[in-house]
Structure formats: C-alpha cells, structure tokens
C-alpha cells in the first residue's frame, strides 16, 4: 500500500508534467502562413481530388511529385522564356534568394521540418523556378489561346490555373515580387485578372445604358485599388490568401453585437422558396464581397430584398472554396468563406431554391442541373462551423420581416376561413327556411285569389 510520502510525489510529477507541456503561444497563433490542409478536412473530403495538385508542384510540401514530373522538367524552360533569356537577371534574383537571412525567412513560411529535405542551393533553386512559373503563367498563358503555349495542352492549363490556389501548393509572395521587380512587364494588372475571374461573377445585370456605364468604371477604379494594394506594404503572403482577401474585401469588421445580440432572433425561415412566399426576393449585391450581405425593403410595403454577393458555380468551385476553407481553419482571418458557403447551404434544400437563385442572378450555374448545385453544398457544409456574428444583422433583419409576413398572412388566412364559415352558415340558413319553411294563412289566400280572380 502506497505510503503518504509516495502520493505526494506522484502528486507532484503529474502536477509538474502539466505545467512543464504548457507553451507560450496558443496553436491558433502559431499556425504557419503556408499550412497543410487540417486532418478533419482530411477526413470529410477527398484530399487526393480537392487538395492535391494535378499538373504542377508549387513549394516543397508537393514536390517529386511522380504525376508532375512534366511541367517540373518545364520550369527552367519557361524561367528562361521569362527573363528572355537574360542569364544575368536569373543570377541577380538567384543570389537574392540564396542569402541566408531569405532563406531563413522563407522557410518559416512552411511546416515544421517540411523543407529540412532542401539545402538551402536547392530550396532557393525551388523558390527561384517556382515563382518565375507563376509569373510565366500569369503574364503569358493566362487568358490566351492554347496554341500561345505549346508545351502545354488546353487541358493542363485549366488545371494548373486550379494548382496555383490549393492551400498547400504556394509559395510566399515575396520571390514573385522580386522577380518582377528585375523585369519590364506589367505584372499588378494581370495578376488582378487572374485573381478576379475565381468564384464571385460580376453577371449580366440588367441595367439601363447609363448605370452600365457607372458599373464599367467602377470595375476600373476597382481594379486600380487593387493594384495600388500589392504595390504598398500590405503584401499577401501567397496567391491563395490574396484571394481570399479579395473576395472578403470591403470588410469594416464592426460588428454591432451589443445591438444584435441583445435584440437577436432565433432564425426559423428554411429555405429561399419560404422566404419568396413570405415576399422576401434575392438580388445581387453590388459590393462584390463575401463579407457583406444586404437587406433593403422592396417597392411594397409587404416585400424586401436580400442582396447576395453572385456566385458562379463550376468544376473548379468546389475545391477552391475546399481550400479557402482549410486555409481560414489555418489561419487568423475571418470565416467569411465559411460562413457564406454555411448561409447558401442554410438556404438551399431542393433544386427550386437554386432555380431562385439563377434567376435572380445571385448564383450562376455552370456545373450542369440545380441538382447537383444543392449536392455541392450539401457537401461543402459538412461538420462547417460558420462565425456566429457573420451576416448577424441581415439575418435579425429577414428573420423579423419573416415573422412579421408569416403573422399577417396567417391572420389574413384566419380571416378568410371566417368569412368562408359565415358565408356558408348563411348560405345554408337561407336554402332550409326556403325548402322547409312553415304553411301560412297568408299563402292559402295567396292560392285563392290567384285561382279565381286569374291573378
């Protein structure tokens, strides 16, 4: 039988083993800018299919890659396509690369231990090639016929363009700007092609010639901010953040959660058809951010429109939004993506829903049925936990014209059922006094007078 003096030291190793594993920095914050896709979204999803690249190998967590040995073998062809076969700008930006304190920093964008492999010759050689493709890619393949690109099949492209925003297949910005920094071409405004052509559309609204025209400019004026936006010093680390930046754009992160938490509503509507029932319609927004969603009454007293960011909807949607997702487990920026993949999987249960959709111009449909568009985000909303003040007041706002709608149409209902109660009470009074009512004395002199005075 333990002693008392046996309880108390092992009392005191457990104690000591506690406090000895605590560390400085919780786990949230000391994610690496450069993540691999988090073991639950692993598990939930086909990670060969959604997170693993299909043509090209871009950073070290993918590299030797027996499937992409092709394009690999390509690199230092189009490295050199780049630089117009100038030896000397590889050399300068090669050197830049290799200085150990770069070296350094780029490593740590990376995983523990995940580029211990690469000595730092060839992890500046991985960093110097991978970043003169994406540029080759973005200045001189992007956007173009496939016979611009010999080397590379129209089928490729379409995948490489996929490759270069999976999670785990990005190299930090820095070696892009670098690069382009050596070279005479305009890179900023392509870049915002590429960037801008992924999962938000801008449609076909129907406007008059006028507004047509304000929308163009606007667009440019847009396209300008982002452009001044990768020139100053708010650099994205790699393509896919700069994604998601640009789709959750326009973000002011107020929110009123005193007001909204206080005055909060227990969402009860379904589905888009139950919120048209109740005169709820969608329209597209004109911000063109993820983050920000819309609710502005309609032209009667009894409608409102809910103003949703338009959506296009392909073969490469679902694992893009596969890896902003991961990429936002990953890191310290808002679940925007999350939160509005988790809204339209709230909304959408049946194909009528996203034949709503389509026609409002909120969602574009290009995988082929609405079938498949309400599978899709029946998929991508599993085991998802959205930012519980996301979309708060545009949902406090619907669920209230909701209630209010629902109430008065009930009470219209209810009135319409007593009216039709009445009527037909009365209806049936009116026919029995006149099959069964009583003989009277007046109607036996009514018969008399009639029969002899030919009345």
């Given at each position: 039988?333990?002693?008392?003096?046996?309880?108390?030291?092992?009392?005191?190793?457990?104690?000591?083993?506690?406090?000895?594993?605590?560390?400085?920095a919780?786990?949230?914050?000391?994610?690496?800018?450069?993540?691999?896709?988090?073991?639950?979204?692993?598990?939930?999803?086909?990670?060969e299919?959604?997170?693993?690249?299909?043509v090209?190998?871009?950073?070290?967590?993918?590299?030797?890659?027996?499937?992409?040995?092709?394009?690999?073998?390509?690199?230092?062809?189009?490295?050199?396509?780049?630089v117009?076969?100038?030896?000397?700008?590889?050399?300068?930006?090669?050197?830049?690369l290799?200085?150990?304190?770069?070296?350094?920093?780029?490593?740590g964008?990376?995983?523990?231990?995940?580029?211990?492999?690469?000595?730092?010759?060839?992890?500046?050689?991985?960093?110097?090639l991978?970043?003169?493709?994406?540029?080759?890619?973005?200045?001189?393949?992007?956007?173009?016929?496939?016979?611009?690109?010999?080397?590379?099949?129209?089928?490729?492209?379409?995948?490489?363009h996929?490759d270069?925003?999976?999670?785990?297949?990005?190299?930090?910005?820095?070696?892009?700007?670098?690069?382009?920094t050596?070279?005479?071409?305009?890179?900023?405004?392509?870049?915002?092609?590429?960037?801008?052509?992924?999962?938000?559309?801008?449609?076909?609204?129907?406007?008059?010639?006028?507004k047509?025209?304000l929308?163009?400019?606007?667009?440019?004026s847009?396209?300008?901010?982002?452009?001044?936006?990768?020139?100053?010093?708010?650099?994205?680390?790699?393509?896919?953040?700069?994604?998601?930046r640009?789709?959750?754009?326009?973000?002011?992160?107020?929110?009123?959660?005193?007001?909204?938490?206080?005055?909060?509503?227990?969402?009860?509507?379904?589905?888009?058809?139950?919120?048209?029932?109740?005169?709820?319609?969608?329209?597209?927004?004109?911000?063109?951010?993820?983050?920000?969603?819309?609710?502005?009454?309609?032209?009667?007293?009894?409608?409102?429109a809910?103003?949703?960011?338009?959506?296009?909807?392909?073969?490469?949607?679902?694992?893009?939004?596969?890896?902003?997702?991961?990429?936002?487990?990953?890191?310290?920026?808002?679940?925007w993506?999350?939160?509005?993949?988790?809204?339209?999987?709230?909304?959408?249960?049946?194909?009528?829903?996203?034949?709503?959709?389509?026609?409002?111009?909120?969602?574009?449909?290009?995988?082929?049925?609405?079938?498949?568009?309400v599978?899709?985000?029946?998929?991508?909303?599993?085991?998802?936990?959205?930012?519980?003040?996301?979309?708060?007041?545009?949902?406090?706002?619907?669920?209230?014209?909701?209630?209010?709608?629902?109430?008065?149409?009930?009470?219209?209902?209810?009135?319409?059922?007593?009216?039709?109660?009445?009527?037909?009470?009365?209806?049936?009074?009116?026919?029995?006094?006149?099959?069964?009512?009583?003989?009277?004395?007046?109607?036996?002199?009514?018969?008399?007078?009639?029969?002899n005075?030919?009345?």
């Open positions: 039988m333990p002693t008392q003096q046996d309880q108390t030291q092992g009392r005191n190793e457990v104690i000591d083993s506690i406090t000895n594993s605590v560390t400085d919780s786990p949230r914050l000391a994610t690496k800018r450069i993540s691999k896709i988090p073991p639950m979204m692993r598990e939930i999803h086909d990670y299919k959604y997170f693993v690249p299909k090209v190998s871009i950073g070290p967590y993918h590299y030797g890659n027996p499937k992409l040995e092709l394009v690999e073998k390509l690199k230092p062809t189009f490295a050199m396509k780049l117009k076969n100038n030896k000397e700008i590889l050399e300068i930006l090669y050197s830049k290799e200085e150990p304190d770069t070296v350094r920093d780029l490593r964008y990376y995983e523990e231990n995940s580029t211990s492999m690469f000595s730092d010759m060839d992890f500046a050689k991985m960093m110097l991978d970043s003169c493709f994406i540029l080759y890619y973005i200045v001189y393949i992007f956007g173009r016929l496939p016979e611009d690109c010999r080397a590379l099949n129209n089928h490729q492209i379409v995948f490489i996929q270069l925003f999976l999670l785990e297949n990005q190299v930090p910005f820095k070696p892009l700007i670098m690069a382009m050596l070279m005479d071409f305009s890179f900023h405004r392509k870049l915002t092609w590429l960037i801008e052509g992924n999962i938000l559309t801008y449609g076909k609204p129907k406007r008059k010639w006028l047509s025209i929308c163009i400019r606007n667009y440019r847009f396209l300008d901010e982002r452009d001044m936006e990768l020139r100053g010093d708010n650099e994205p680390d790699h393509l896919l953040q700069l994604l998601h640009t789709l959750t754009k326009l973000n002011d992160k107020v929110y009123k959660s005193d007001h909204y938490l206080r005055n909060n509503y227990r969402c009860t509507f379904r589905n888009v058809r139950e919120l048209v029932d109740v005169g709820i319609h969608f329209k597209p927004s004109d911000t063109m951010s993820l983050a920000r969603i819309n609710v502005v009454k309609g032209g009667w007293w009894f409608s409102a809910v103003e949703l960011p338009p959506i296009s909807v392909d073969d490469s949607t679902k694992p893009m939004l596969l890896n902003l997702i991961a990429y936002e487990m990953c890191s310290n920026d808002d679940a993506v999350t939160s509005y993949v988790c809204l339209l999987d709230s909304l959408i249960q049946d194909p009528e829903d996203v034949t709503v959709l389509r026609k409002a111009g909120v969602l574009e449909n290009s995988l082929g049925s609405d079938k498949e568009v599978e899709l985000f029946k998929k991508l909303g599993t085991d998802l936990v959205p930012n519980s003040l996301a979309y708060l007041e545009a949902k406090n706002k619907i669920q209230r014209h909701y209630e209010s709608r629902s109430n008065a149409l009930i009470s219209q209902l209810k009135l319409f059922s007593l009216f039709g109660v009445t009527s037909l009470l009365l209806s049936a009074v009116q026919t029995y006094f006149t099959i069964w009512s009583l003989k009277s004395e007046c109607d036996d002199l009514c018969k008399f007078l009639k029969k005075h030919h009345l």
